[in-house]
């Protein structure tokens, strides 16, 4: 095996290891986003189903960064207002880290 065979075959192992954390990272992040959407709408009279493809959209689906996630819990935390439901920030946090623990488990099993 040529020293170019080796540089090819690690060029493509690496790039096997990062599309697959990356696909990894987006099915934590749907399943999460569908916890998120399931119990949002089971303390609300929301439609499950409306209410979970707005949080599974593609904006709300690439929540990467911190401030991403900020948006996020926001818009979660303004529509529990909307209807009379009021948790602080590190209430919603809490829920959130938890089907984010939960999401992870659920991929890695």
Not at 40 to 51: H, K, M, S, V
Not at 68 to 75: R, V
């Amino acid at each position: 095996m040529s020293i170019l065979d080796t540089f090819a075959a690690k060029g493509t192992t690496s790039q096997a290891n990062f599309v697959g954390a990356a696909e990894q990272a987006f099915w934590v992040r749907a399943r999460r986003n569908r916890l998120l959407a399931d119990w949002a709408c089971d303390l609300t009279d929301e439609n499950n189903q409306a209410y979970l493809r707005l949080l599974l959209d593609a904006d709300f689906a690439k929540v990467e960064t911190r401030a991403e996630e900020g948006f996020l819990m926001l818009k979660i935390r303004n529509d529990l207002m909307g209807f009379g439901i009021f948790l602080s920030p590190d209430e919603l946090k809490d829920v959130y880290r938890r089907f984010e623990r939960q999401a992870l488990l659920e991929h890695q099993s």
